[in-house]
């Protein structure tokens, strides 16, 4: 099984909801390009990765590479909806330790953008 990557916005954020595999190979190649397309439209990004049904060395060393070309362009990169399996393999890396890891994808989303949803003045 391939990746599959569809994209949405949330409270100004990319959301990325990935599924499907995420390994050496073409799919971590379109991890990489979409994520850097979406940086390069300004965005900060949100990875929901309940969808993953298996990642490698090469797929884990992708989220590094994409952590810190975020953090050098101004971005942010956080994980969301990790499955139990992903969880253990982030965990056993101590990649928990370099990513923000929510329940739901908007949960994340809101943390780079704490007014969202809230009513500013002449908007009522």
């Known amino acids: 099984m391939s990746l599959d990557i569809s994209t949405r916005n949330v409270a100004g954020s990319s959301v990325l909801v990935c599924s ?60 969301a909806n990790l499955n139990p399996r992903l969880r253990d393999v982030l965990g056993i890396t101590r990649l928990l330790t370099i990513f923000e890891v929510f329940d739901s994808a908007e949960d994340a989303a809101g943390t780079f953008n704490p007014l969202a949803g809230q009513v500013t003045p002449g908007e009522y």
Request: hydrophobic letters at 40%; zero cysteines; glycine letters at 18%.
């Open 20 to 79: 499907g595999r995420m390994v050496l190979g073409e799919e971590s190649a379109k991890l990489r390009h979409v994520v850097k397309e979406a940086m390069g439209e300004g965005s900060h990004i949100v990875l929901d990765l309940g969808g993953v049904t298996n990642i490698d060395s090469t797929g884990l060393g992708v989220l590094v590479g994409l952590h810190a070309s975020a953090r050098k362009a101004g971005r942010g990169i956080k994980l």
